[in-house]
């Protein structure tokens, strides 16, 4: 009896974790039975790597894994007494600080438990009811979204037009206020009068939006605000065609191929299995260095604007990241810093990698909801006014 229970309620934790964003089939729901009745597990530990190992397939679902199963143990002892046949009694863990993906595992958790059996809340209900539902989602952090908040987002974000501010390239074009005679154009004109009357047609600079290139860090503290931005970069990128789309932690990765297919899941999908290190360690000096030594020649091209998603907490900083920042400033016409610490009032770059890098930037901006997206939308159109000083922030530290 107490076997079948267990069994029944692994079912309802893989159902959940599918809910979450993990892929789970029934192929891994009956390993994990066959995993758990061969180990013997006998400690909580035990079990828990034992589900790991069936339900885990990529690194970027081991914060949500971890989430989910740790709410499990915390709800009133809940899988205590499910193992209570298997496993003996331990004390209860302290309570963490809730962290990226909390809330969307609760929710995938607790879904089809009725309001009595959920427990109390961990946070209070918002009481503000002068602000609409849209209005709170825009400024909603993302790391702190349900799985419908998050679903609502992607979708406010594929609505966000991107309209760069074009710059003059060394090609010339037909242009009325040109400053060049176009030889050609003049003569076939001219042979529709026969020669009698000799209309000037002339040329001048063409003016084209510049590339787009995205550095993004998926490292364990961006992992959910690069997931979020890569769908704005998909949404870019099928809209516009010189957008190229990195990504770093340990190494750096060029996605701008798999975020070109036209299905978004699809696209996301394929960047995942392209990139082996999500959600690992950060080494921003170095990936910044390979970038600038391969890279930076093909795309920066044209007057290209970087932005940089990351929050610069970089275990190698020091005069070397500050150098091949300043040398991918040098090779590009903006670089925008995107930093999701910001949304802190009261951050201050203490950190010795964000006080290197805050010197080689043009704005330093937050990256957290959808507001501060629009803000950046904002800042990259025509008639956007620029922001975010970095030397603002460097005289608070002086």
């Not at 957008?243 to 191929?257: A, D, I, K």
């Not at 950190?351 to 507001?371: C, F, Q, T, W, Y």
């Amino acid at each position: 009896m107490a076997d079948g229970r267990l069994a029944e309620n692994i079912v309802y934790f893989a159902r959940a974790l599918r809910a979450a964003g993990i892929p789970v089939g029934p192929g891994a729901v009956m390993d994990a039975l066959t995993a758990v009745k061969v180990a013997g597990v006998g400690a909580r530990e035990d079990f828990y790597w034992t589900l790991h190992a069936v339900f885990v397939k990529r690194h970027e679902h081991s914060l949500l894994f971890d989430q989910a199963f740790r709410m499990f143990f915390r709800r009133r002892g809940y899988l205590d007494k499910l193992m209570a046949a298997l496993l003996p009694q331990a004390p209860p863990r302290q309570e963490e600080a809730a962290k990226p993906g909390a809330r969307r595992i609760e929710e995938a958790l607790f879904a089809g438990l009725p309001e009595s059996e959920r427990g109390k809340p961990e946070e209070e209900a918002d009481a503000t009811f002068t602000v609409s539902d849209r209005e709170l989602l825009q400024r909603k952090d993302f790391a702190q979204m349900t799985a419908a908040e998050i679903a609502a987002a992607k979708e406010a974000i594929k609505r966000l037009v991107l309209s760069l501010d074009e710059v003059k390239t060394r090609r010339l074009a037909p242009s009325r206020r040109g400053h060049l005679i176009d030889i050609r154009r003049t003569l076939r004109a001219s042979l529709k009068a026969g020669g009698a009357v000799i209309d000037l047609k002339y040329l001048g600079p063409r003016r084209k939006a510049p590339p787009i290139v995205a550095l993004l860090d998926i490292s364990g503290s961006m992992s959910q605000y690069t997931r979020l931005f890569l769908h704005f970069l998909h949404a870019v990128t099928d809209a516009r065609k010189r957008v190229h789309t990195f990504l770093f932690g340990t190494r750096l990765t060029n996605v701008s191929r798999a975020l070109r297919r036209k299905d978004p899941d699809e696209a996301l999908a394929a960047v995942s299995a392209s990139v082996a290190d999500w959600s690992g360690g950060t080494r921003i000096a170095t990936s910044l260095r390979v970038f600038n030594k391969q890279w930076a020649r093909r795309v920066l091209t044209q007057g290209a604007v970087v932005l940089l998603i990351t929050d610069g907490l970089e275990r190698d900083g020091g005069e070397r990241l500050e150098f091949e920042t300043d040398r991918l400033h040098r090779s590009c016409r903006r670089l925008i810093w995107l930093n999701p610490l910001l949304r802190f009032a009261g951050f201050e770059p203490k950190a010795k990698g964000i006080r290197s890098m805050l010197p080689h930037v043009d704005e330093l901006r937050p990256i957290h909801n959808l507001e501060s997206m629009q803000e950046l939308v904002r800042a990259l159109s025509a008639d956007g006014t620029r922001g975010g000083d970095p030397r603002a922030w460097l005289q608070k530290v002086a």
